[in-house]
T-cell receptor
Framework: DVKVTQSSRYLVKRTGEKVFLECVQD?????MFWYRQDPGLGLRLIYF???????EKGDIPEGYSVSREKKERFSLILESASTNQTSMYLC????????????????FGSGTRLTVV | AQTVTQSQPEMSVQEAETVTLSCTYD???????LFWYKQPPSRQMILVIR??????QNATENRFSVNFQKAAKSFSLKISDSQLGDTAMYFC??????????????FGTGTLLAVQP
């Protein structure tokens, strides 16, 4: 019954490495999001996508890029990982035009805890 | 810009008792959605309850209910008959209601609730 899948639960990478975080959803949602979660800061939006090959910056895009080649897959890329990118990363998806009020909201993946050493 | 404030970083409640988590928000929008999400130690974000701003009636879901005060921009969550499984981080979140491509969720910083046996 898994609907949003993040490929790794835990990840340890070295400073300067290029890191790919993968997210796949099976609900045919148009919108996909990447958030970063840090203690005391809540969830902060990094990037989002509302269609294949479309992307928009969120509140903290610096040091990140994204790729959406297929509707179901949204990748977050750390071009050159740094220790300040050690965090929990959450992927989510949603419908662009929910058919009813009950469909408003996101479905989340279970997160990737990334440690950069 | 919209903001969401959760002023209680941590709370504790005894099993079977009632607890209220606070949330205030700031917006110039008249139509929007408010959410409470729960994140247990498993890290999976779970939607607890949803409130449509145009509805005066407070939403309820079993033991969970909200006190929505639109004029005061307040959206508190009440958990009745607290259970050990309610132990989690709780996030309040805001979304504009236009169902468009950028229906972003804006999160508060979270309240860590511990239910004591």
């Amino acid at each position: 019954d898994v609907k949003v899948t993040q490929s790794s639960r835990y990840l340890v990478k070295r400073t300067g490495e290029k890191v790919f975080l993968e997210c796949v959803q099976d609900m045919d949602h148009e919108n996909m999001f990447w958030y970063r979660q840090d203690p005391g800061l809540g969830l902060r939006l990094i990037y989002f996508s509302y269609d294949v090959k479309m992307k928009e910056k969120g509140d903290i895009p610096e040091g990140y890029s994204v790729s959406r080649e297929k509707k179901e897959r949204f990748s977050l890329i750390l071009e050159s990982a740094s220790t300040n990118q050690t965090s929990m990363y959450l992927c989510a998806s949603s419908l662009s035009v929910p058919p009813t009020p009950l469909n408003y909201g996101y479905t989340f993946g279970s997160g990737t805890r990334l440690t950069v050493v | 810009a919209q903001t969401v404030t959760q002023s209680q970083p941590e709370m504790s409640v005894q099993e079977a008792e009632t607890v209220t988590l606070s949330c205030t928000y700031d917006t110039s929008e008249s139509n929007y959605y408010l959410f409470w999400y729960k994140q247990p130690p498993s890290r999976q974000m779970i939607l607890v309850i949803r409130q449509e701003a145009y509805k005066q009636q407070n939403a309820t879901e079993n033991r969970f209910s909200v006190n929505f005060q639109k004029a005061a921009k307040s959206f508190s969550l009440k958990i009745s008959d607290s259970q050990l499984g309610d132990t989690a981080m709780y996030f309040c979140a805001f979304m504009k209601h236009y169902g468009g491509a950028t229906n972003k969720l804006i999160f508060g910083t979270g309240t860590l609730l511990a239910v004591q046996p």
